[in-house]
C-alpha cells in the first residue's frame, strides 16, 4: 500500500476537522439567533354592533350568522381613525414589554386598507408613538402577522445592530365590504393587534405559503382617471366565494401546521395551544378535528370581535397574555391565511411569565 502524500494528509487531519467545526458553529449560531415575543398590545373601535343590530338593515338573523360563523358582535370603526388604534396597540404593546418607542429598531406594519394610499400607516404610526427606527407596510392579506414575524427573525439573524422589533396589525375590512352584501358584511370587523420582539429562542419555526388564487377573494379600487386611460376599470367592495375560501382556508392552515409540529419533530398533542385566525369557528373546529385536538387549545374570541384580518392573531394573542392562560414554557402554534392566497404558521414557546 503506497503512503498518503503528505498535503493530502494536511487537508483530511487538520483543514478539514476545523472547517467541520466553524460550519457546525455557524449552524449552531443561526438556529441560536431567534426571536422572543416580549410584549402584546390591542386596540379596539369603541361601536359594538351586536347579530341583531345587523338583521334590522339586512336580510339575516343572529340564529344565521351563530351557527354558519360563531359571531356574536363585532365592534366597527365609527368616528375613529385606524392609525390611533394602532397606535394606541403599540403602546400597550411597549409598556407590557417594559420598553419605550426609542428602543425600537424596527417597525413592521401588516395592513391591507386605511384611508392613506401613501405615506404607509407604519410611518403615520410612527410618528404617533415616538420612535424614530425605519418602518414598512406589509400586505399578506390575513397572514400578515405571520408573514411579519418571519420578516422580523430574519432581521434578527441578519442584522447584528437590530435588538427591538414592533409588528403592528391594524385592519379595517368593515370598509372593504358592500354592506348590503350578506355574505361578507356580517363576517368582517375593525382593530389593531400589537408584539414587541427581541432575540432569544422562543420562535422555533415558519411555514410560508403563498399561490396566487385571486378569484376566491378579492377588491378591486378605483384609482384616479387620466386624459390616456383607454381600458374598462370596475372598481368596487370585496368579492368572495365563501365556500371556496373555507376548503382553501382549512388546507392550507393544516398543510402548515403539519410542516411546524411534525417537521420539528413534535407530535400534535405537544402542542398546548393553537392560535387560529379568527374567520370562522367552523374553519376552526375543522382543523381542530382533523388533528385530534381537544377544543381547550383552540382558544378563540371570533365571537367578539368577527374577523379582523391579520390583527385577529395579535388581538387573540394579546387577551390570552392578559388573562395570562399563556405560561412560560408553552408550546404554541399560529396559523393564518387570506386573500392572494397567503397561509403561515409559526412554532413558537411562550417565553413571558
Ligand atoms: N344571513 C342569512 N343568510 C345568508 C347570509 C346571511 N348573512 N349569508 C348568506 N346567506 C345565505 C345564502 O344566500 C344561501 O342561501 P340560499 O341557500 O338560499 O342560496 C345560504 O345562506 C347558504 O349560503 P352559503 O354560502 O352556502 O353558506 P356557507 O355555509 O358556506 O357559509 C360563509 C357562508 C361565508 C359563512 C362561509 O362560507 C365562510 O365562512 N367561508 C369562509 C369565509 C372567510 O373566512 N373569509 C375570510 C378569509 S380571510
Known amino acids: 500500500m503506497g503512503r498518503i502524500p503528505p498535503h493530502i494528509a494536511t487537508v483530511t487531519t487538520i483543514i478539514l476537522p476545523i472547517v467541520c467545526t466553524q460550519i457546525h458553529l455557524l449552524t449552531k449560531l443561526i438556529k441560536i439567533i431567534k426571536m422572543n415575543i416580549i410584549g402584546t398590545g390591542r386596540a379596539h373601535p369603541s361601536l359594538t354592533v351586536a347579530n341583531d343590530m345587523l338583521s334590522t338593515f339586512l336580510d339575516t338573523s343572529d340564529e344565521w350568522i351563530t351557527t354558519r360563523t360563531g359571531i356574536k358582535q363585532r365592534q366597527l370603526i365609527s368616528h375613529e381613525k385606524l392609525e390611533d388604534l394602532a397606535a394606541e396597540a403599540c403602546k400597550n404593546a411597549l409598556q407590557d414589554a417594559g420598553i419605550s418607542a426609542e428602543d425600537l429598531d424596527f417597525i413592521i406594519c401588516s395592513n391591507v386598507v386605511n384611508e392613506h394610499i401613501t405615506p404607509s400607516l407604519s410611518c403615520i404610526v410612527q410618528g404617533m408613538i415616538g420612535a424614530t427606527c425605519p418602518c414598512f407596510d406589509l400586505n399578506s392579506a390575513c397572514a400578515g402577522f405571520i408573514y411579519a414575524l418571519d420578516i422580523a427573525n430574519s432581521f434578527f439573524k441578519s442584522k447584528s445592530d437590530i435588538n427591538h422589533i414592533l409588528v403592528v396589525c ?41 399561490f396566487s388564487s385571486v378569484e376566491p377573494l378579492y377588491q378591486i379600487r378605483n384609482l384616479e382617471k387620466t386624459p390616456f386611460i383607454t381600458k374598462k376599470e370596475f372598481g368596487g367592495p370585496l368579492v368572495m366565494k365563501g365556500q371556496d375560501v373555507f376548503k382553501l382556508a382549512v388546507k392550507s392552515s393544516l398543510n402548515d401546521i403539519q410542516k411546524v409540529v411534525e417537521g420539528n419533530g413534535l407530535t400534535y398533542d405537544d402542542v ?63 396559523s393564518a391565511f387570506g386573500a392572494g392566497f397567503t397561509a403561515g404558521a409559526c412554532l413558537l414557546k411562550w417565553s413571558k411569565n
Not at 174 to 203: I, K, P
Not at 307 to 322: F, K
Request: with cysteine.
Open 170 to 210: 391594524a385592519e379595517e375590512p368593515t370598509r372593504m365590504c358592500d354592506w348590503q352584501e350578506r355574505s361578507t358584511c356580517v363576517l368582517f370587523g375593525d382593530g389593531a393587534g400589537a408584539a414587541v420582539l427581541t432575540r432569544g429562542d422562543g420562535v422555533e419555526a415558519f411555514s410560508l405559503s403563498s
Open 272 to 334: 398546548d395551544y393553537y392560535l387560529l385566525h379568527q374567520a370562522n369557528i367552523r374553519i376552526i373546529e375543522t382543523i381542530r378535528k382533523s388533528l385530534h385536538q381537544d377544543k381547550v387549545k383552540f382558544p378563540h374570541n371570533i365571537e367578539n370581535y368577527g374577523n379582523t384580518s391579520s390583527a385577529s392573531l395579535p388581538i387573540l394573542l394579546d387577551e390570552l397574555n392578559r388573562n395570562q392562560t399563556l405560561n412560560c414554557g408553552d408550546t404554541i402554534v399560529l
